[in-house]
Structures are given as structure tokens and as C-alpha cells.
């Protein structure tokens, strides 16, 4: 049996920063739970631009095709700001989620009891959350023609269309109950069925879909209630599944019920490779924070919870995922905090290296 295959692309800013302790916990599985990955890296964003003048060259979209998950660290920085737009960093992203297909964007928003106090909500409002956002990510009005901004009667037009097909509406719904059944088998689908023709279809395709998953409770809220209720009663919901307009808003509003940006990972999933895997990237939610940047500043914990996440979803590892987010639990229980992390009361933060130090050691307790 060859080990399954990992691309890592660390990227710019701190993305190489946080990769480093992600690298260290991945080498950790293979020595300590002999779970081992074949592990490549390559550039991506303005490190590929730097390279290669193109933000993802063929060659490393190629490899990303082949791998069973690519880890992804973070694109962009000040450097790159007036390139051109064909060239930006954040296109070499968006062309390996568009060439891989993947169509379901995975959003946890999961509060550690130890940084409940950090919401902007009530502790006793998030303690405890775990809710799971699955939001369509290759459709709808951010690719949908007509687009454009023309001229009418002598004023600027600025068009984009919302568009989706029913086959794009059920890959995502099926992704999204079958997350549901591993969970508490609960869905709540999303979208403004009241005022969008896409909403009613959406909502009927989602309903046609759950007659295959009869165990999971589906509810339908329209998107505008959906963001009141998430601020309201969070803990109400288990998976949201939306579009990718909705998505892009309720996974951000839902992301900050949690606290710091240094905590979210994401994976994006797609369809079955041969081998039955799903084709997968998995990337913490933050950019490349060039304000810290080269500092020991950033925080590791939204990477290495990506990881935990590819071991999951593409690895089939739910107990050794569960043993990550379990030691990461257990070091914020005893106050480890990266810069990100101090709350109003101070106290001295940790670095990058010494936030994977603790984690590493908290794995080695586990065992
Ligand atoms: P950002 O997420 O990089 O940073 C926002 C703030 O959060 C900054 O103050 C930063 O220091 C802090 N922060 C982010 N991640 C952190 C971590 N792991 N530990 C500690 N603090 C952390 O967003 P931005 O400043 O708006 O964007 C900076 C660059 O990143 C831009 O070029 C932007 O285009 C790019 N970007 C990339 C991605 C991506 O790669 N997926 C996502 C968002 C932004």
C-alpha cells in the first residue's frame, strides 16, 4: 500500500510560518501513530509569481490533481497589491478550486470552551458550539452571465446573474446531509425562496434530495433570518447549507461567534477521485497577515486544524482528527495564547514555534 499524498502550498506572509508547525505535526503521525503521508511542496501566489510570473504554474495545478489533499497556507501581501489582476495571488487560488471542481466549501465555526469569552455573544451563547457551514463555492452570482458593468441611456450598469443549475444545487445538498448523518443529523438549508426563482428551486431540489436521507431533520430559513438566528441562538443550528453568496456572508458572520481569525480552517471538497477520496484542499480561513509577518506572531492553530480536517474527511482518520482537536482543546485549557488570543486581562503570548511545541507535547500525552 503506498502512504496516501499530501501537496503542501505554504504561500506568502505567514502561510510558510504556520506550515512549518503544521509539517511537524504531520511528520508526528508518522512516527508516533504510524500514520504516514507522501508530502510535496510547491509554490503558490505571489511566491509563484516571484518564481515563475504566474500565480500557479501548470506543473503544481497538475500535482494538485493528482494528490489525495493539498494544504494550502495562505496567498497575497502588499508586494502584489498592483499587479495586475490576471496575475494577483489570490487567482492561483481560485484556479485550483475551480480546476479541481470543488464545490462544497466546508466551514466549521466551533467554540473551545477555554476562548468562549472572546465572542463578540454571550459565553453561555457559544460555549459548547460546533456548527458546520457547507457553502456552495463554484456557482451562483459570482460566476453567473450575463456580468459586467455597460452603459444604458447614457448610465453605468453594473450586472452579475445568479445562476444555478439543479445538478450544481444537489452535489452540494448531498455533500452536505452526508455530513449531516456524521453528525447530529440535523440541516437547516438556506436561502431568499420569498424574492429569488434560485431560492425556490434551490429549496426544492434540497427537499427532493432529503427523501434519501430520511434520518436527517431538513429545515429551510430564508438567508436574512438565517444571519438574525446565528447571532441570536447559534447553538439552534448543526449543518447550514447555502449558496455561495449567502455562504460567503453567514460563514464570516458565524467564523467571529468563535473569536480570533487564527482559529478557523476550512477544507473544499469535490467529487469522488478513483480511489474514492474526495478531491480536497484545506486552508485556514486568514490570509497572509503581512502586519506580523516574519514576527513568531501568527498563530498555528487555524492550519493544523485544516489538517485535522483532511484527516477526516480525505484520510478516513475521524479518531486521530478528534486526538488533534482534543490536544489543541487541552493547551488552550492551559492557557497557552498566541499574540491573537490575549484577551483584556494580558499575560505573555506565546510564538508560532512555541504554540506547536505545547501541541505536540499535548499529542504526545494523548498516547
Ligand atoms: P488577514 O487574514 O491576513 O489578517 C487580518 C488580521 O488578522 C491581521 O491583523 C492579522 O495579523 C490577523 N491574523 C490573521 N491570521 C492570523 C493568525 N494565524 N495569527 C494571528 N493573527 C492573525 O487579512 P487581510 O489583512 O485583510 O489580508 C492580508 C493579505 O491576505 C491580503 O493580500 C489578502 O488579499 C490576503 N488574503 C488571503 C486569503 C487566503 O489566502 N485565503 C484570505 C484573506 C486574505
Same mark, same amino acid.
Given at each position: 500500500?503506498?502512504?496516501?499524498?499530501?501537496?503542501?502550498?505554504?504561500?506568502?506572509?505567514?502561510?510558510?510560518?504556520?506550515?512549518?508547525?503544521?509539517?511537524?505535526?504531520?511528520?508526528?503521525?508518522?512516527?508516533?501513530?504510524?500514520?504516514?503521508?507522501?508530502?510535496?511542496?510547491?509554490?503558490?501566489?505571489?511566491?509563484?509569481?516571484?518564481?515563475?510570473?504566474?500565480?500557479?504554474?501548470?506543473?503544481?495545478?497538475?500535482?494538485?490533481?493528482?494528490?489525495?489533499?493539498?494544504?494550502?497556507?495562505?496567498?497575497?501581501?502588499?508586494?502584489?497589491?498592483?499587479?495586475?489582476?490576471?496575475?494577483?495571488?489570490?487567482?492561483?487560488?481560485?484556479?485550483?478550486?475551480?480546476?479541481?471542481?470543488?464545490?462544497?466549501?466546508?466551514?466549521?465555526?466551533?467554540?473551545?470552551? *477555554?476562548?468562549?469569552?472572546?465572542?463578540?455573544? !454571550? =459565553?453561555?451563547? %457559544?460555549?459548547?458550539? +460546533?456548527?458546520?457551514?457547507?457553502?456552495? #463555492?463554484?456557482?451562483?452570482?459570482?460566476?453567473?452571465?450575463?456580468?459586467?458593468?455597460?452603459?444604458?441611456?447614457?448610465?453605468?450598469?453594473?450586472?452579475?446573474?445568479?445562476?444555478?443549475?439543479?445538478?450544481?444545487?444537489?452535489?452540494?445538498?448531498?455533500?452536505?446531509?452526508?455530513?449531516?448523518?456524521?453528525?447530529?443529523?440535523?440541516?437547516?438549508?438556506?436561502?431568499?425562496?420569498?424574492?429569488?426563482?434560485?431560492?425556490?428551486?434551490?429549496?426544492?431540489?434540497?427537499?427532493?434530495?432529503?427523501?434519501?436521507?430520511?434520518?436527517?431533520?431538513?429545515?429551510?430559513?430564508?438567508?436574512?433570518?438565517? *444571519?438574525?438566528?446565528?447571532?441570536?441562538?447559534? !447553538? =439552534?443550528?448543526? %449543518?447550514?447549507?447555502? +449558496?455561495?453568496?449567502?455562504?460567503?456572508? #453567514?460563514?464570516?458572520?458565524?467564523?467571529?461567534?468563535?473569536?480570533?481569525?487564527?482559529?478557523?480552517?476550512?477544507?473544499?471538497?469535490?467529487?469522488?477521485?478513483?480511489?474514492?477520496?474526495?478531491?480536497?484542499?484545506?486552508?485556514?480561513?486568514?490570509?497572509?497577515?503581512?502586519?506580523?509577518?516574519?514576527?513568531?506572531?501568527?498563530?498555528?492553530?487555524?492550519?493544523?486544524?485544516?489538517?485535522?480536517?483532511?484527516?477526516?474527511?480525505?484520510?478516513?482518520?475521524?479518531?486521530?482528527?478528534?486526538?488533534?482537536?482534543?490536544?489543541?482543546?487541552?493547551?488552550?485549557?492551559?492557557?497557552?495564547?498566541?499574540?491573537?488570543?490575549?484577551?483584556?486581562?494580558?499575560?505573555?503570548?506565546?510564538?508560532?514555534?512555541?504554540?506547536?511545541?505545547?501541541?505536540?507535547?499535548? #499529542?504526545?500525552?494523548?498516547?
Amino acid at each position: 500500500m503506498t502512504n496516501p499524498s499530501l501537496l503542501i502550498l505554504a504561500g506568502d506572509g505567514i502561510g510558510p510560518e504556520v506550515m512549518e508547525q503544521v509539517k511537524r505535526v504531520i511528520t508526528w503521525y508518522g512516527d508516533k501513530r504510524d500514520l504516514k503521508f507522501d508530502v510535496s511542496e510547491d509554490l503558490v501566489g505571489g511566491a509563484a509569481y516571484d518564481k515563475h510570473g504566474v500565480p500557479l504554474h501548470d506543473d503544481t495545478m497538475a500535482r494538485a490533481q493528482e494528490v489525495d489533499a493539498v494544504l494550502l497556507g495562505a496567498v497575497g501581501g502588499p508586494a502584489y497589491d498592483d499587479l495586475d489582476f490576471s496575475v494577483k495571488p489570490e487567482r492561483g487560488l481560485l484556479r485550483l478550486r475551480k480546476e479541481m471542481d470543488l464545490f462544497a466549501n466546508l466551514r466549521p465555526a466551533q467554540c473551545f470552551d *477555554a476562548l468562549a469569552d472572546f465572542s463578540s455573544l !454571550k =459565553q453561555e451563547l %457559544v460555549a459548547g458550539l +460546533d456548527i458546520m457551514i457547507v457553502r456552495e #463555492l463554484t456557482s451562483g452570482v459570482y460566476f453567473g452571465e450575463p456580468r459586467g458593468i455597460h452603459m444604458e441611456d447614457n448610465l453605468r450598469v453594473g450586472v452579475n446573474t445568479q445562476r444555478y443549475t439543479e445538478a450544481e444545487i444537489e452535489r452540494g445538498a448531498r455533500a452536505a446531509f452526508e455530513l449531516a448523518m456524521k453528525r447530529d443529523k440535523k440541516l437547516c438549508s438556506m436561502e431568499k425562496a420569498n424574492v429569488m426563482e434560485s431560492g425556490i428551486l434551490w429549496r426544492d431540489v434540497v427537499t427532493e434530495v432529503s427523501a434519501d436521507y430520511p434520518e436527517v431533520e431538513l429545515s429551510h430559513m430564508y438567508a436574512d433570518n438565517g *444571519a438574525m438566528q446565528l447571532v441570536r441562538a447559534p !447553538k =439552534q443550528f448543526d %449543518v447550514i447549507y447555502t +449558496d455561495n453568496l449567502f455562504g460567503d456572508i #453567514l460563514s464570516d458572520c458565524a467564523a467571529m461567534l468563535t473569536g480570533s481569525l487564527g482559529m478557523l480552517p476550512s477544507a473544499s471538497l469535490g467529487l469522488p477521485m478513483a480511489n474514492g477520496r474526495p478531491k480536497a484542499m484545506y486552508e485556514p480561513v486568514h490570509g497572509s497577515a503581512p502586519d506580523i509577518t516574519g514576527q513568531g506572531k501568527a498563530n498555528p492553530i487555524a492550519c493544523i486544524l485544516s489538517f485535522a480536517m483532511a484527516l477526516r474527511y480525505s484520510f478516513d482518520e475521524g479518531a486521530e482528527a478528534d486526538r488533534l482537536e482534543a490536544a489543541i482543546e487541552k493547551v488552550l485549557a492551559d492557557g497557552a495564547r498566541t499574540g491573537d488570543l490575549m484577551g483584556p486581562e494580558g499575560g505573555t503570548p506565546i510564538s508560532t514555534v512555541e504554540m506547536g511545541d505545547v501541541i505536540l507535547a499535548a #499529542l504526545d500525552a494523548s498516547l
